[in-house]
């Protein structure tokens, strides 16, 4: 059982490149989400989807856009990356879309951009 | 819209002593609360819950945590520190009964265990 898997696990840019962080969970879980974390602001919330093909802005959407076409995959979608948008992203699914159930994360991509 | 605060950047501790890391939420209603442990370059791993029921919920590793609603606080603890057990720790947040309202982190607090 793999849980959650994000690829790549490093990636370096060029201001105005853009890419896709993938997100693959083999759980069955309903309810999947991407966060950017950066030093000293903890974990924040980019896009979120409760099931396939329904998806839903978190805290800091702007310059991110997701999908959700199957319940396994959730891919990020950087259009025109940007020096801000530097930091640690990190995929996270969860059995249920009401909050009871806890979260799995996956390893983490360390994105740069220059 | 919830919040959650961990006053402490950082908590020292030496090895086989109390731990004590803290967390206090403002949240619309009753809470879901969540404890997670981050390990250098690895993702988010859970470490315990508060649903309902007992206030005290006891986790993976020894943890536990206390639910005070009238504090709004949520604090972690173990009895005698590893020290293995520095990481980073992260306090959550969701209300209860909203449908699907997202998981609210704070901003996390740094556990050193000193031998």
């Known amino acids: 059982n793999a849980g959650v898997t994000q690829t790549p696990k490093f990636q370096v840019l060029k201001t105005g490149q853009s890419m896709t962080l993938q997100c693959a969970q083999d759980m069955n879980h309903e309810y999947m989400s991407w966060y950017r974390q950066d030093p000293g602001m903890g974990l924040r919330l980019i896009h979120y989807s409760v099931g396939a093909g329904i998806t839903d802005q978190g805290e800091v959407p702007n310059g991110y856009n997701v999908s959700r076409s199957t319940t396994e995959d959730f891919p990020l979608r950087l259009l025109s990356a940007a020096p801000s948008q530097t930091s640690v992203y990190f995929c996270?699914?969860?059995?249920?879309?009401?909050?009871?159930?806890?979260?799995?994360f996956g390893q983490g991509t360390r994105l740069t951009v220059v | 819209a919830q919040s959650v605060a961990q006053p402490e950047d950082q908590v020292n501790v030496a090895e086989g002593n109390p731990l004590t890391v803290k967390c206090t939420y403002s949240?619309?209603?009753?809470?879901?609360l969540f404890w997670y442990v981050q390990y250098p370059n690895r993702g988010l791993q859970f470490l315990l819950k508060y649903i309902t029921g007992d206030n005290l919920v006891k986790g993976s590793y020894g943890f536990e945590a206390e639910f005070n609603k009238s504090q709004t606080s949520f604090h972690l603890k173990k009895p005698s520190a590893l020290v293995s057990d520095s990481a980073l720790y992260f306090c959550?947040?969701?209300?209860?009964?909203?449908?699907?309202?997202?998981?609210?982190f704070g901003k996390g607090t740094m556990l050193l265990v000193s031998p």
């Open positions: 959550a947040v969701r209300p209860m009964n909203s449908g699907y309202s997202t998981l609210t």
């Open positions: 949240v619309s209603g009753n809470p879901y």
């Open positions: 996270a699914s969860r059995e249920d879309s009401h909050g009871i159930t806890e979260a799995f």
